[in-house]
């Protein structure tokens, strides 16, 4: 066997070398809240810096049409957590300060499936899957958490450009079950959470880790620190974003001090659109139509970006087809890790797509909107049949932006693909719903 330097490095790290199993790979997921199509200079946003995710575009792979499960924060992290739609855990709607419900016992999250294979598992950030005790990340295959249970906006006394309630209790900063402070200072809060995220990647030792980093900004209301304030070309959003561009440099340096950085697999992305109705504190949809709450595309495709040195290509820019759903069994492909049992799963495993083995195939995906399914896209073809409208029809690899409606050119199409989404309507079993 002829190595290079770099291969037989790799070879000895993963222990392949002295006979032992090759050691699994960390897996890192940062899920950025609210952030849109448009928002990255890598997406082509034209005044946002954002070095570090660019840089990680190059070394890594760029998806194009990568999807949530849902518009919205709470649904969309059921389905990246569960990799199922959210109509099967009950998780379609926001969760607020008062729900008494959250993600259902019956469910298995990825960090369960991971923790299954060996993995420490943290969470850091933002997890609105329920706030009360027997909901929180602990109890959820989660070795450890640090963060805010649920929106930053839901709050006592409205900070800038958001609404709040006084009927919601001061804003808690949790660390495992514990509330320890309220309302922290939103300023420091992703400096905070990223120091946290570096701790848990220093500490690492003997078992793989998985950590779920969920920011809380984006979503409004926004706050950057001092750092950072004023910084940026593009506002105040702009100086948030790049913060959190800063954040996932500070990963990515800290995996590569501390020898990790060839064996750990760092996928970013958003929960879910730009929320276009708090204006210029929103982001942008980039070319896409609409944004958070719609489903039309700008509320449900965001930036993907995976990296892998030495297993996933870098400078890659994919267009095939991935949602959210597809990261539980693409992590545990990754990972080795079993299936949960008797579970039926809406994702499929995209390691063949990451490593660059398979450029994706024809897939069909639902757009679920709270209890109500909007639209199918199969392929390029997108079927919209939101209520009191006729359906609309695009091809979306012509027509990103949902321009042009092709239901009268196209009947035929337009009759098999309602007929797709009817079928899955009525046999898309519907758990409680958790409110
Ligand atoms: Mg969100």
Same mark, same amino acid.
């Given at each position: 066997?002829?190595?290079?330097?770099?291969q037989?490095a %790799?070879? #000895?790290?993963? +222990?392949?070398?002295?006979?032992?199993?090759?050691r699994?790979?960390?897996?890192v997921?940062?899920?950025?809240?609210?952030?849109?199509?448009?928002d990255l200079g890598?997406?082509?946003?034209?005044?946002?810096?954002?070095?570090?995710?660019d840089?990680?575009?190059?070394? +890594?792979m760029? =998806?194009?049409?990568?999807? *949530?499960?849902?518009?919205v924060?709470?649904?969309?992290?059921?389905?990246?957590l569960?990799?199922?739609?959210?109509?099967?855990s009950? #998780?379609?709607?926001?969760? &607020?300060?008062?729900?008494?419900?959250g @993600?259902?016992?019956?469910?298995?999250?990825?960090?369960?499936?991971?923790?299954?294979?060996?993995?420490?598992?943290?969470?850091?950030?933002?997890?609105?899957?329920?706030? #009360?005790?027997?909901?929180l990340p602990?109890?959820?295959? =989660?070795?450890?958490?640090?963060?805010?249970?649920y *929106?930053?906006?839901?709050?006592?006394?409205? +900070?800038?450009g958001?609404g709040?309630?006084?009927?919601?209790?001061?804003?808690?900063?949790?660390?495992?079950?514990?509330?320890?402070?309220?309302?922290?200072?939103?300023?420091?809060?992703?400096?905070r959470?990223?120091?946290?995220?570096?701790?848990?990647?220093?500490?690492?030792?003997?078992?793989? =880790?998985f950590?779920?980093?969920?920011?809380? &900004?984006?979503?409004?209301?926004?706050y950057?620190s001092?750092?950072f304030?004023?910084?940026?070309? $593009?506002g105040?959003?702009?100086?948030?974003?790049?913060?959190?561009?800063?954040?996932?440099?500070?990963?990515?340096?800290t995996?590569?001090?501390?020898? %990790?950085?060839q064996n750990?697999?760092?996928?970013?992305?958003?929960?879910?659109?730009?929320?276009? @109705?708090?204006?210029?504190l929103?982001?942008?949809?980039?070319?896409?139509?609409? +944004?958070?709450?719609?489903? &039309?595309?700008?509320?449900?495709?965001?930036?993907?970006?995976?990296?892998?040195?030495?297993? @996933?290509?870098?400078?890659t820019v994919?267009?095939?087809?991935?949602s959210?759903?597809?990261?539980?069994?693409? =992590?545990?492909?990754?990972?080795?890790?079993?299936?949960?049992?008797?579970?039926?799963l809406?994702?499929?495993?995209?390691?063949?797509?990451f490593?660059g083995?398979?450029?994706?195939?024809?897939?069909?995906f &639902?757009y679920?909107n @709270?209890?109500? #399914?909007?639209?199918?896209?199969?392929?390029?073809?997108?079927?919209?049949?939101?209520?009191?409208a006729?359906?609309t029809?695009?091809?979306?690899?012509?027509?990103?932006?949902?321009?042009y409606?092709?239901?009268?050119? $196209?009947?035929?199409?337009v009759?098999?693909?309602?007929?797709?989404?009817?079928?899955?309507?009525?046999?898309?079993?519907? $758990?409680?719903?958790q409110?």
């Open positions: 066997m002829n190595l290079n330097r770099r037989f %790799q070879l #000895l790290a993963s +222990g392949a070398a002295l006979g032992a199993a090759p699994k790979p960390n897996i997921m940062i899920y950025a809240d609210d952030l849109g199509y448009g890598c997406y082509g946003h034209p005044t946002i810096r954002t070095p570090n995710l840089r990680m575009a190059r070394e +890594g760029r =998806f194009t049409q990568w999807y *949530s499960a849902a518009p924060c709470t649904p969309s992290r059921a389905a990246l569960t990799g199922r739609y959210p109509v099967r009950g #998780l379609t709607r926001v969760l &607020f300060p008062q729900s008494e419900g @993600i259902p016992e019956s469910e298995t999250t990825m960090a369960e499936v991971l923790r299954g294979a060996g993995y420490r598992t943290a969470a850091v950030g933002k997890w609105h899957l329920g706030h #009360l005790p027997q909901y602990g109890r959820h295959g =989660f070795n450890r958490y640090f963060g805010i249970p *929106s930053n906006d839901m709050r006592p006394v409205a +900070g800038p958001a709040a309630s006084p009927k919601h209790p001061p804003l808690p900063l949790v660390r495992n079950g514990e509330t320890i402070e309220t309302e922290p200072d939103q300023r420091k809060l992703t400096a959470y990223t120091a946290e995220a570096l701790a848990t990647i220093r500490e690492q030792k003997q078992n793989p =880790f950590l779920y980093f969920a920011h809380t &900004f984006p979503h409004v209301p926004l950057a001092e750092r304030l004023g910084k940026s070309r $593009a105040l959003y702009g100086d948030v974003v790049e913060e959190l561009d800063w954040s996932v440099g500070e990963v990515l340096r995996l590569k001090e501390t020898g %990790q950085d750990t697999m760092v996928v970013f992305s958003s929960d879910n659109g730009p929320w276009l @109705i708090k204006k210029e929103g982001g942008s949809a980039g070319l896409l139509r609409e +944004g958070k709450g719609t489903t &039309f595309d700008g509320g449900m495709r965001d930036p993907c970006i995976a990296r892998w040195p030495g297993m @996933i290509p870098g400078n994919c267009a095939a087809q991935g959210m759903l597809d990261l539980l069994p693409t =992590f545990a492909s990754a990972a080795g890790a079993a299936l949960p049992k008797d579970t039926v809406d994702g499929e495993d995209m390691m063949p797509v490593t083995k398979s450029p994706g195939k024809e897939r069909t &639902f679920w @709270i209890n109500a #399914l909007e639209a199918v896209r199969q392929g390029a073809w997108k079927l919209r049949v939101a209520k009191d006729p359906p029809l695009h091809n979306l690899e012509v027509d990103p932006s949902e321009k409606d092709l239901a009268a050119q $196209a009947p035929e199409r009759a098999q693909m309602m007929a797709v989404l009817e079928r899955h309507r009525s046999e898309m079993p519907r $758990a409680p719903l409110v």
